[in-house]
């Protein structure tokens, strides 16, 4: 990659140009219409910031501290399946990127890598691991421990899935599968890892999940646990009910029921219903600096980017991933300065006006 791409815009369209188009469409696409897809993006084009003045705020602090990690930034790699489609280092790649932006990676479980692997590939990582909860608990129990021996640092569990989203870009295309030599690697059993060669698992959406496994994820392992796919402030009421560590505000990036509201839309609500006990991350539709601050204002602890990374890893392998997160960081740091602000602390919604 010798081009210079200022805006996350141009690493889509160069990722665009460097896809197997049934794979960029995988990354691009979501459920149904895909009106979720696009509200994402464009409620944060329906807030203006209002900055501050004469402030002498000199230049601003932007680290944030979550969970017991430390991220230099408020951008966090959120959780995206397959990244060896987007280049063949995979979640590797990305690590490695995540840890020279000094910032916290999500490890999906539909990795391409196993989890062991990628924090073998970048030693610096600060990594998460994200989890479906499988109906088969010891199953799930030996995610967990494979997590824990990883070095993961925390459990993102996604709760939005009782079943599989209906994507009509991946029926077109007759994507249901990966191509032959890639596997979900997290998915293999572990005793047979080594072997190269050991049965793979689907991963099970079942409606049969429920608090009760979140009960048990909180017996079963000392990490902090944080619920990812939360939309409605009464289940944001009762994960404080079952001990959960932080709240991750999703729609699963529009891939998962078709017209969820955009996620920064539904952010107040849940930061309310919270109210400041734990954290409050969230994803979907973040493709500046000055959306990042939006959602900061509006009460997120920090933010969390899937495909932005993809695009990236896309048009330039690990050097992508890391210009994309070198770009939201002087983004936020520079739209920070031009609010007249010394650090994300100082954010409020005060700042943000919704036209």
């Known amino acids: 990659m010798t081009a210079v791409l200022p805006a996350i815009r141009d690493f889509e369209a160069a990722a665009r140009d460097r896809l197997d188009p049934a794979h960029y469409d995988y990354f691009a696409g979501g459920a149904g219409d895909e009106l979720t897809v696009r509200a994402n993006e464009a409620a944060f084009a329906r807030l203006a910031l209002l900055p501050r003045v004469l402030r002498g705020a000199g230049s601003p602090r932007i680290g944030v501290t979550l969970l017991g990690s430390r991220a230099a930034m408020p951008v966090l ?153 939360v939309t409605h402030p009464a289940d944001a009421r009762l994960a404080l009910d079952h001990g959960v560590s932080a709240l991750y505000v999703s729609n699963h990036g529009g891939r998962q029921l078709d017209t969820v509201p955009a996620t920064v839309d539904l952010l107040p609500e849940i930061v309310a219903a919270v109210g400041g006990a734990v954290p409050v991350l969230m994803d979907g539709g973040i493709r500046r600096g000055t959306d990042v601050i939006k959602a900061m204002a509006l009460g997120a602890s920090a933010v969390a980017v ?50």
């Not at 691991?129 to 967990?144: C, I, K, N, R």
């Not at 690697?185 to 689907?202: I, K, Q, S, T």
């Not at 890893?313 to 890391?322: K, T």
Request: net charge neutral; charged share 25%; aromatic share 4%.
């Open 77 to 229: 790699v959120a959780p995206t399946a397959f990244h060896r489609l987007a280049d063949p280092e995979g979640e590797k790649a990305t690590a490695r990127a995540a840890a020279a932006a000094e910032t916290i990676m999500i490890v999906s479980m539909a990795a391409t890598v196993a989890v062991e692997d990628v924090a073998a590939a970048a030693p610096g990582a600060t990594l998460w691991f994200q989890l479906y909860v499988q109906p088969d608990m010891a199953f799930t129990e030996a995610l967990v421990r494979r997590a824990e021996k990883a070095g993961c640092a925390a459990l993102v569990v996604t709760v939005d899935s009782p079943a599989r989203g209906r994507r009509d870009r991946d029926v077109r295309n007759g994507f249901d599968d990966l191509p032959a030599g890639m596997r979900c690697e997290n998915l293999r059993c572990e005793d047979l890892r080594d072997g190269g060669a050991g049965p793979v698992r689907p991963i099970v959406m079942s409606p049969v999940i429920s608090w009760e496994h979140v009960d048990m994820l909180r017996r079963m392992t000392r990490l902090p646990i944080v619920l990812k796919g």
């Open 306 to 355: 899937g495909r932005p990374v993809i695009w990236g890893l896309a048009a330039g392998g690990e050097c992508g991933v890391a210009r994309v997160l070198g770009l939201l960081r002087d983004e936020v740091e520079h739209a920070l300065t031009l609010c007249g602000l010394a650090s994300t602390q100082d954010l409020e919604p005060g700042l943000v006006r919704r036209c």
